[in-house]
């Protein structure tokens, strides 16, 4: 796999929630997690243009487009092109998408600038047209639009045209669903206890703390306080009154991004839905995710969720790519693991596979999980890692960062 495809594969870890200390979840998924096939057909009350190939074959035309323009826009650095695609009245979108675009600018530049290519085009209610894409690269998205003005623009529904909004309470676990995401409530329910499964199995623990799961078929949702900028979120209670949550953007929206076609989208799903429910684990029954540096937590959300990281960090050992732990020249603005979600200024989209990389080392080479926690738990209280490292594993920082990178090269280097 080249460079270019881990690129893209990888870019959707590194955006996003920088600003918000929250996580997001990483798609990439091979062979593992297998969920339900993706048979629930998209149901529309306007069917009326699928009757009319003509005009089908024309609007498929007037959002190919706007994806060109969007590549260009990526090509040529220019955030006005962006904005100029974005349908009027979609400001929770449009935010996401000029964020999205400004990190991508910032860590990868123009290597970002991919061709999209529409390949078919559903109508959705309200006017919407639900539009199938590959990217050179081989990604599928399934994107919104709405025509403006004889335009095809980047749009999403606002939450009074979601329709109806379940609200379905399971042993271990409430769920909010909206109508709009055509997302049967079984297949959710499914890849919920699936991670809970993975979760109880790789961690040994299962808190009995409620958690409430809500599926976002849109970008802004006014009772969820992170914006929608990450594909998904675990997001803490720190009252009684209300539960831990987690927030994962629906299949079939703009914040689903992208997914392996051959796998289908179930794949990533259960890949985002692990991860979040690997942190509310962690949260409840081990450490508290404010305590852990945030390599650890995403480290092994990572790892539970048995991410597939083989080509990314190829990448790191055959170009050092690499991020250290911790930023040992300045004292400002560390630009290290322990810095991650502050966003950092070379990290290549790689801080997530780093972050499971160590996990993995620490694991493999420190007795189990076993090992891992007693570090954690001798790091909380100080938050100085060369000296918990030294306390419970016997080694100094620059000895245990050299044998881990060394231990990357070999694993996965060509
Ligand atoms: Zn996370």
């Not at 006005?80 to 349908?87: G, S």
Request: hydrophobic letters at 40%; one cysteine or more.
């Amino acid at each position: 796999m080249s460079r270019r495809l881990s690129i893209h594969i990888t870019i959707w870890s590194c955006l996003s929630l920088m600003l918000l200390g929250a996580c997001r979840a990483v798609p990439v998924a091979q062979e593992r997690n297998p969920a339900p096939e993706d048979t629930t057909p998209i149901a529309t009350a306007d069917a009326s243009a699928a009757d009319r190939p003509d005009e089908l074959a024309a609007i498929k035309e007037g959002i190919q487009a706007t994806l060109d323009r969007y590549t260009e826009a990526h090509r040529t650095n220019d955030v006005t092109i962006i904005e100029r695609l974005m349908a009027p009245s979609n400001r929770a979108l449009s935010r996401k998408m000029v964020v999205e675009f400004e990190d991508t600018m910032m860590i990868f530049g123009s290597d970002y600038a991919f061709a999209h290519t529409v390949q078919d085009v559903t109508p959705r209610d309200h006017g919407f047209m639900q539009a199938h894409i590959r990217t050179e690269t081989g990604s599928a998205a399934d994107w919104l639009f709405r025509e403006v003005d004889g335009e095809w623009l980047f749009a999403e529904p606002g939450e009074d045209l979601l329709g109806a909004r379940a609200v379905s309470e399971y042993e271990h676990f409430t769920l909010y669903h909206y109508a709009w995401s055509h997302v049967a409530e079984e297949h959710i329910v499914a890849i919920v206890e699936e991670a809970r499964a993975m979760a109880g199995e790789r961690l040994g623990r299962l808190p009995d703390a409620p958690l409430d799961v809500h599926i976002r078929p849109v970008t802004g949702l006014p009772r969820l306080t992170d914006g929608g900028r990450g594909k998904g979120i675990y997001q803490p209670s720190y009252s009684e009154a209300v539960s831990d949550y987690i927030a994962i953007s629906a299949p079939y929206s703009f914040g689903f991004g992208f997914y392996d076609p051959d796998l289908g989208w179930g794949d990533t799903l259960q890949h985002l839905i692990t991860h979040e429910y690997a942190h509310f684990v962690t949260h409840r029954a081990f450490v508290s995710t404010d305590d852990m540096a945030p390599w650890m937590f995403e480290g092994l959300a990572e790892y539970v969720a048995d991410a597939y990281y083989d080509d990314v960090l190829r990448d790191v050992a055959d170009q050092d790519l690499f991020i250290p732990i911790i930023d040992t020249e300045n004292r400002f603005s560390m630009q290290d693991l322990e810095h991650m979600h502050q966003g950092l200024q070379d990290e290549n989209g790689v801080d997530y596979a780093l972050a499971y990389s160590l996990v993995v080392y620490i694991t493999e080479t420190y007795g189990g999980l076993e090992g891992f926690w007693e570090l954690v738990e001798t790091y909380t209280p100080r938050r100085d890692f060369d000296a918990a490292l030294q306390e419970v594993f016997g080694v100094q920082y620059e000895t245990f960062e050299q044998d881990w990178q060394t231990w990357v090269i070999n694993r996965y280097g060509s």
